[in-house]
């Protein structure tokens, strides 16, 4: 199948700093790609659809000055923790759409903010 | 609003036997159905999926889902479980009209008895 590869896998940061996470799409052109968060032995939480060229699209509740979505290509999406603390912490793992709308994730980026 | 239920929270089966994962969703029009399985501290991987057609779909490591519109169940089978099954499974429902966003199930932990 097609592969969705994050970087990096886990990041340690301090307070207060701000720490980038990459989702690539490998093997295919992705115009739509998402971003969950994942509490321990909780479902994923849909944080942000991410389009290329365009600004994303922020679910209810979550701050778009904090976590900062990029998707500048066809291939790529960035997420930036601003300001993170350690409430911060938790498991990111983005997907990609391809273009027959099947939808494959990411290995996930495991933050720790300390 | 698009909504799905895992019922089961932990199932545990021995290895050999069979494995039924329930799950239903709620939407209005035919969604695109989903499984996938997540193992501890990992990305999720994509099962099977559903667009229309057949409703009886195969997917990787013997894994099947039948769709079933009166019953709004997308529910996953294995005739014989290995110990490598053991994992968190995630049923996920997207629409295109709904911009494809995926929305989880609470997922179902199994366990595999030897």
């Known amino acids: 199948g097609a592969v969705v590869s994050q970087h990096p896998s886990r990041v340690i940061c301090k307070s207060g700093t701000s720490v980038k996470i990459e989702c690539r799409s490998l093997?295919?052109?992705?115009?739509?790609m998402f971003w969950y968060r994942q509490f321990p032995k909780q479902s994923l939480m849909l944080m942000a659809t991410s389009n290329e060229g365009s600004k994303a699209t922020y679910e209810q509740g979550v701050e778009k000055d904090k976590f900062l979505i990029n998707h500048a290509s066809l291939t790529l999406s960035t997420l930036t923790v601003t300001s993170a603390h350690p409430e911060d912490s938790s498991f990111y793992i983005c997907s990609a759409r391809d273009e027959v709308n099947t939808i494959y994730f990411g290995e996930g980026s495991w933050l720790t903010v300390v | 609003a698009q909504s799905v239920t895992q019922p089961d929270i932990h199932i545990t089966v021995s290895e050999g036997a069979s494995l039924e994962l329930r799950c239903n969703y709620s939407?209005?029009?035919?969604?695109?159905l989903f499984w996938y399985v997540q193992s501890p501290g990992q990305g999720l991987q994509l099962l099977l999926k559903y667009f229309s057609g057949d409703t009886l779909v195969q997917g990787i490591k013997g894994f099947e889902a039948e769709f079933k519109r009166s019953q709004s169940s997308f529910n996953l089978r294995k005739p014989s479980v290995h110990w490598s099954d053991a994992a968190e499974y995630f049923c996920a429902v997207g629409a295109e009209a709904a911009g494809n966003k995926l929305t989880f199930g609470g997922g179902t932990r199994v366990l595999v008895k030897p």
């Open positions: 939407y209005g029009a035919t969604p695109y």
């Open positions: 093997d295919f052109q992705a115009t739509t």
